[in-house]
């Protein structure tokens, strides 16, 4: 019988690893579009276990080409709160930050042969669900804000140009994480909106960078309202910003949103159920917007795949 028990464990844990056609259910992980191997990259991240008790830690890195996920092993430590840019001169995707063991991480890394290397750390920039992007026109790596501790907010900015870190001398937006942060390269422009400060105060306001200066900017009569965690990307074909979701007041919300450098437009109030930290990646051969798992509600968090094909939402089964 004992014989018997152990050969059913085995084969239960072979089918469960071979059966695995998608990734688990997480929050706080981050999707990137990979140019050159025109895939959604989706890694990092965590969710609840027992009841939010104790939480698992992702570090599996899987791909997207629009049918279905495919594993593609591990990448460096398991951490979540990471953020993700393609730079596209190098065709080389990087992450920055992150938190992992009770720590934000100061780290920039490299993804190169499906591992991540690090490439630098930034001394008194450690950041959780920092903002990170690649600005194309300056052939800059930036990122600013981002959790440093528990009720700890950045509000700096820093860009890295291939060789070193330098930070940005004049005046920043207020500290803040869990924003929206994008690189809109039809207006050669960093946009920013929303998120929240460290005693979890909501914020409404835009702001836009061009390397020289921090603008506030208007966000119009009809526009999303506060958001803290909500899905983000940028749609090069049509110059779009877009989010989706996140908590805005004491609502977690699931509604769409467009931005095209003047003025918002919401595009749909249906699609995926509500939930904040439902990331987005932008697939330009496809032209599609891919959204994957997110927090639905403590302690639940969602492994659904939905895309945006410019006009409404379907999952993919």
Known sequence: MKKCFVNSVVFLVAVTAIGQTKPGVRAHHELAYDEKNEVVIMTAGSTPLNGGSSFEMYNDLWKFDGKAWKQDGTAGDKRSGIRMAYD???????????????????????????????VSGLSGMKAAESGF??????????????????GVVNNITWEWDGSRWKQFEGKNPPGR????????????????????????????DMWEFDGQKWDSIPVGPVN?????????????????LLIFGGISGKETKSDTWSWNGKEWKQLATNGPAARTMGYLAYDKKRDRVVLFGGRLGWPNDANDTWEWDGIEWKEVK
């Open 88 to 118: 596209s001169k190098r065709k080389k995707l990087f992450s920055f930050g992150g938190w992992m063991e009770g720590n934000s991480l100061p780290e920039l890394r490299v993804m190169e042969n499906g591992e991540w290397k690090t």
């Open 177 to 204: 994480q869990a924003f929206v942060m994008i690189y809109d390269n039809k207006r050669e422009k960093i946009v920013l909106l929303g998120g929240m400060d460290g005693a979890r105060n909501q914020f409404t």
């Open 224 to 240: 999303p309202g506060p958001r803290i965690s909500a899905g983000y990307t940028y749609d090069s074909k049509r110059g779009l």
């Open 133 to 150: 992007v690649y600005d194309e026109k300056r052939d800059r790596l930036v990122t600013f804000g981002g959790s440093a501790a528990r």
